[in-house]
């Protein structure tokens, strides 16, 4: 079972920056890429950030661009998420997805966290 949780979210005002982990464990051999989505109440949930396992591919939505940036430090198993310039447009449930390899590299694996609260304060 790989297990995903994500952090700290909280209450920010608008023009502020948070940053949100997600930490990734389980018996895995290798996460390749890794999302933030995030869901508005009465919204579709919508892709936010993502990269892949070297780092070197990023994605962002357009609404994002040039305030949030996604990273992932491997040897831990963590991604992050710095939001800068928050908007109250932001705020959302953010939701961590891992997909890789398990351990024994037979098959894949698809995990999401249960979310952590964004709230941007006019």
């Known amino acids: 079972q790989v297990q995903v949780v994500e952090s700290g979210g909280g209450l920010v005002q608008a023009g502020g920056s948070l940053r949100l982990s997600c930490a990734v464990s389980?018996?895995?051999?290798?996460?390749?890429?890794m999302v933030w989505y995030r869901q508005a109440p009465g919204k579709q949930r919508e892709s936010v950030a993502v990269?892949?396992?070297?780092?070197?591919?990023?994605n962002y939505t357009d609404s994002v661009k040039g305030r949030f940036t996604i990273s992932r430090d491997n040897a831990k198993n963590t991604m992050y998420l710095q939001m800068s310039s928050l908007k109250p447009e932001d705020t959302a449930v953010y939701y961590c997805?891992?997909?890789?390899?398990?351990?024994?590299?037979?098959?894949?694996?698809?995990?999401w966290g249960r979310g952590t609260q964004v709230t941007v304060s006019s």
């Open positions: 389980g018996f895995i051999y290798s996460i390749n890429v």
């Open positions: 997805n891992a997909r890789g390899s398990y351990y024994n590299r037979r098959s894949q694996y698809d995990a």
């Open positions: 990269i892949t396992s070297s780092g070197g591919t990023t």
